[in-house]
């Protein structure tokens, strides 16, 4: 992969909402509890889970209604899922990088020793050489 292949999310995730940690009962939700998610296209703002294997019932989290709350901060609006829709429509993803990131002289004078010593095939050579420091 190269640095052309990094998406920056944060400004779709300032837009969509990071609530990952509170259920609609607003009840923590550590993510490592999750045993089963469930996704549907019809809401896509919204997921179901159980952290039980056993359990019947689905719990939700609508990651969008905390960001609302950020913005807001004293009442929560509603918004329907086509609303949601058409605010995401125009939506644009940024690259992370816009050029490669350089690596310290010292790893690259550590990784030319390892190709020049032949711990690393020569074949690589000509990348290794070309990292930028």
Do not use: C
């Amino acid at each position: 992969m190269s640095h052309q292949h990094f998406i920056n999310f944060k400004a779709l995730e300032n837009e969509l909402g990071d609530n990952f940690k509170k259920n609609e009962k607003n009840e923590n939700l550590p993510f490592s509890d999750i045993k089963v998610l469930k996704f549907s296209q019809d809401n896509p703002f919204k997921f179901l889970y159980k952290t039980s294997y056993l359990a019947d019932d689905f719990e939700e989290i609508d990651i969008y209604k905390n960001q609302v709350q950020k913005n807001t901060r004293t009442s929560v609006i509603a918004l329907s899922v086509q609303e949601r829709k058409e605010k995401i429509k125009n939506w644009t993803v940024k690259k992370a990088y816009n050029a490669p990131n350089p690596i310290a002289p010292n790893k690259k004078r550590d990784l030319m020793y390892l190709v020049d010593n032949n711990y690393v095939k020569r074949t690589y050579y000509e990348f290794y050489n070309s990292l930028r420091v």
